[in-house]
């Protein structure tokens, strides 16, 4: 299930507990750059909807570019004053659901992500997010069905995310006949999605297929930065392909990187 990954995840906003692979959540793309809260300039024919909608992109272009500052009080205040203006926005409840996600409220996002799914149905952005965010909160079996309706839009452009995001939460819930059909599917379209290359290495290590599991395990490594479910299993991995000096170089980069997490032995069970 990537922050950083995009306005563009967009951001990789939740990770999952406990040796699970990253989830790709996406906020709406109100375009890149600083923002300065001037006067809209409407033509005289410009009707009240237009005006309105004008309106709101804006509150939601200085809501994103707050959050991208990590402004969070300051991306709440403008996402809600577009919510003021238009009550059924998808895109200021997402940014709401972002802004609550950030602050560690999961149950707050989770309320805004599904609202904006259920505000915007064919729209796969709020699907996958919502599906990302049931993934990450142990509703993995429950999220399946979201990302299929996410990848149904033809509009939808990250439509990698949802397929490694589905991928990897079906690895979760069990359902292993459509993992590797969607990792693959993730990875010929964007061969660096950090989401999807945990999770086939996971799956591959899961397999007894060791090799490869190192393979796209190594991939993982050089595509973003290192996790603590990332390095525990490459230590694995290696534990399991006999290479113990590898084993515990990941295992003391586990230490350095994530002291907070305790005592770990080479060989020590990533789930959860």
Request: aromatic share 6%; proline share 4%; net charge positive.
């Amino acid at each position: 299930m990537r922050p950083s990954s995009a306005i563009a995840c967009g951001l990789a906003l939740a990770l999952l507990a406990g040796g699970c692979s990253r989830l790709t959540f996406i906020k709406p793309s109100m375009g890149s750059g600083d923002y300065e809260r001037t006067a809209p300039t409407y033509e005289l024919r410009d009707s009240p909807e237009v005006k309105q909608r004008a309106n709101v992109r804006g509150h939601l272009a200085l809501a994103t570019n707050a959050l991208q500052k990590g402004l969070l009080d300051e991306a709440e205040k403008e996402a809600r004053a577009a919510l003021k203006i238009d009550g059924k926005s998808a895109d200021a409840n997402t940014l709401l659901a972002v802004v609550e996600d950030q602050r560690g409220n999961r149950e707050q996002a989770g309320g805004y992500y599904a609202r904006a799914a259920e505000l915007a149905p064919e729209q796969g952005t709020a699907l996958n997010n919502y599906g990302a965010w049931l993934c990450g909160n142990g509703r993995a079996a429950e999220s399946l069905p979201w990302f299929d309706k996410a990848l149904a839009d033809p509009m939808y452009r990250q439509r990698a995310s949802a397929l490694a995001n589905s991928g990897s939460c079906a690895l979760k819930a069990g359902q292993t006949a459509r993992v590797e059909d969607r990792l693959r599917q993730a990875l010929a379209l964007d061969p660096v999605d950090a989401t999807a290359l945990e999770a086939m290495a996971e799956y591959q290590y899961r397999s007894g297929r060791y090799m490869d599991a190192r393979a796209f395990s190594e991939r993982r490594l050089g595509a973003a930065p290192a996790t603590r479910s990332v390095l525990l299993l490459a230590s694995q991995i290696e534990d399991k392909l006999g290479d113990r000096a590898a084993a515990a170089r990941y295992v003391q980069r586990l230490r350095t990187e994530f002291p907070q997490t305790g005592t770990v032995q080479s060989g020590e069970s990533s789930q959860p």
